[in-house]
């Protein structure tokens, strides 16, 4: 039986719909079958929301112990016709679950690829790492990645004024909000004076992140005459570590448009042996021979003040193509959900 937005339903029932009118429904859905008999079976419910579906325990005895730190892992690269009726069957392998949540996208809704799975104890979560990721799903034809999850710290802020700069941003959220210590803006590659209608908050914890994220969504701040949308930020995958331990290739962002190559190699020559530059747009490449002179040349010039413009370089090493892809993969995706989430509430 689902449940209409009420949580003070009777226990009996399974499935609690706290979905708004406006959101899509999710699609395509579980085997629902299945799915009653698993949530039966393990006294189980499943609150359904716009971001998320929340497989979790009814309630938990006096004689269970509630999930402690690292029990939660991150699994990626799920199906997007893939649901609890498999998930759940697939990680009690290990051990019961304490809950699993979905993400789902509210102006689709599909699966957004990725869900999050809380057991009771810590070996049972570092089990399920040790068994899954790298996992081959041979219905999907795809192998799942499943790591320890880390706290999200980072929310996504949409339709900001294209004006604003990353101070006006920081002045702006540090009078409605606790514990914010950075703000991430992309600006347009032909105009370095204005953003992309977007930037990323990062707080010095997941419960700062969390309050802000709830108190931004209930009060709906209209910030330079511009109504903005919250969501969290979604977690890129991190290269395997062996990978980065032998990088020596920098990414230089914040470039002005009209610095060459040649300026480049100028400005990081003098920290080692340069093989060479690429710069695309706004942002560049530089090739160290050495490791040791990159990771060197990052701890100098990060941060480093381009005159007359005041545009703050942001250096890092650089992560494989396939990451750098998902990256803007994410972004282009973010701006598409940004546009469609403004185009419903002006329905």
């Not at 299945?34 to 949530?39: A, D, N, R």
């Not at 809380?118 to 399920?128: D, G, S």
Request: proline letters at 5%; aromatic letters at 10%.
């Amino acid at each position: 039986m689902i449940i209409n937005r009420n949580p003070q339903q009777s226990n009996k029932n399974r499935i609690i719909n706290f979905m708004t009118s406006n959101a899509m429904q999710h699609r395509p859905g579980p085997n629902m079958i299945v799915l009653m008999e698993i949530l039966e079976k393990y006294d189980y419910v499943l609150e359904l929301s716009n971001g998320q579906r929340k497989f979790s325990k009814q309630q938990c005895s006096k004689n269970d112990d509630l999930p402690g730190p690292n029990t939660e892992i991150f699994v990626g690269k799920i199906p997007k016709n893939m649901f609890e009726d498999e998930l759940v069957l697939l990680f009690e392998q290990i051990a019961p679950i304490f809950s699993l949540r979905l993400m789902m996208d509210p102006l689709t809704g599909q699966s957004r690829g990725y869900a999050f799975i809380t057991y009771f104890q810590p070996e049972y979560a570092q089990a399920a790492v040790e068994t899954f990721d790298k996992y081959e799903l041979q219905t999907y034809g795809q192998q799942l990645k499943v790591k320890m999850s880390i706290p999200n710290v980072r929310l996504f802020i949409g339709n900001i004024s294209k004006e604003m700069t990353k101070d006006d941003i920081r002045y702006e959220f540090q009078k409605i909000t606790a514990g914010l210590v950075d703000v991430i803006v992309y600006h347009l590659p032909n105009d370095r004076k204005r953003n992309r209608g977007f930037c990323f908050l990062e707080f010095e914890s997941h419960k700062h992140a969390s309050q802000a994220k709830r108190k931004l969504q209930l009060n709906r701040p209209i910030i330079w005459d511009s109504e903005i949308w919250i969501d969290w930020a979604e977690p890129l995958e991190q290269p395997d570590e062996e990978i980065m331990s032998k990088v020596k290739v920098l990414y230089v962002r914040n470039l002005t448009l009209d610095m060459t190559n040649y300026t480049i190699w100028e400005m990081f020559e003098k920290f080692g042996q340069i093989e060479r530059v690429k710069k695309i747009k706004d942002y560049a490449f530089v090739h160290f021979k050495h490791r040791h002179c990159a990771i060197e040349a990052m701890k100098q010039m990060n941060g480093y003040i381009i005159m007359p413009e005041r545009l703050q370089l942001e250096i890092s090493l650089a992560k494989p193509p396939t990451d750098k892809r998902r990256k803007e993969e994410i972004l282009r995706n973010r701006e598409k959900r940004l546009m469609m989430n403004m185009m419903m509430r002006n329905w």
